[in-house]
Antibody, heavy 122, light 113 residues
Framework: QVVLVESGGGVVRPGTALRLSCVAS????????MHWVRQVPGKGLEWVAI????????FYADSVHGRFTISRDISKNTLFLQMDSLRTEDTAVYYC???????????????WGEGTLVAVSS | DIVMTQSPDSLAVSLGERATINCRSS????????????LAWYQQTPGQPPKLLIY???TRGSGVSDRFSGSGSGTDFTLTISSLQAEDVAVYYC?????????FGGGTKVEIQ
């Protein structure tokens, strides 16, 4: 079965960096788009970033563009989110999500990890 | 960006009764090339990540109970739970994947009355 396990969250100061990881199993990792979606505790869902299955395309929400970088290591079936220049408003649970592509940078999200909490606070 | 607006924000329904959640898009989600509505629904039970319920506006996800059904086209969509069970207590989100970036509705909380 599809399993996505995130790690790397924690409490950090504003302006610092953090790298999230997501280990995928149970499917052909290289054949799927992968996304990061975040959720402020008690609030709604916000899409953050996508990496296309062939790594040719990535796209970011305006709120993180230029600060966050999505990447992957196929040999380790691992997705990453490098988060630089963190702000208090980046505080959220970050979910690693498998996407079913329906177009460039688009699709529905069929499997979600349990999430990892990032708290940015001074 | 396409704005997704859900209503109501919350609703309380008796066990066994019908629950109806609405989702309106600021843009037509029906793609003329394939005649499909690019809309999905997700269920998030307390303490859990979201789970895909419905895609293409009306296609149930793998293993999803037939109590859940999706309908609508264009800009107006509905998620219906035909006979509410205790395990259906959750927040439900709609999501459009017609345009980039994909966007979510604000969520509708369903509780037992």
């Amino acid at each position: 079965q599809v399993v996505l396990v995130e790690s790397g969250g924690g409490v950090v100061r504003p302006g610092t960096a953090l790298r999230l990881s997501c280990v995928a199993s149970g499917f052909a990792f290289s054949a799927y788009d992968m996304h990061w979606v975040r959720q402020v505790p008690g609030k709604g869902l916000e899409w953050v970033a996508i990496l296309s299955y062939d790594e040719r395309n990535n796209f970011y929400a305006d709120s993180v563009h230029g600060r966050f970088t999505i990447s992957r290591d196929i040999s380790k079936n691992t997705l990453f989110l490098q988060m630089d220049s963190l702000r208090t408003e980046d505080t959220a649970v970050y979910y690693c999500v498998r996407g079913i592509a329906t177009g460039i940078y688009r699709g529905y999200l069929d499997h979600w990890g349990e999430g990892t909490l990032v708290a940015v606070s001074s | 960006d396409i704005v997704m607006t859900q209503s109501p924000d919350s609703l309380a329904v008796s066990l066994g009764e019908r629950a109806t959640i609405n989702c309106r898009s600021s843009h037509n989600l029906l793609y003329s090339v394939d005649n499909k509505n690019y809309l999905a629904w997700y269920q998030q039970t307390p303490g859990q990540p979201p789970k895909l319920l419905i895609y293409w506006a009306s296609t149930r996800g793998s293993g999803v109970s037939d109590r859940f059904s999706g309908s609508g086209s264009g800009t107006d969509f509905t998620l219906t739970i035909s006979s509410l069970q205790a395990e259906d207590v959750a927040v439900y989100y709609c999501q459009q994947y017609h345009s980039t970036p994909v966007t979510f509705g604000g969520g509708t909380k369903v509780e037992i009355q």
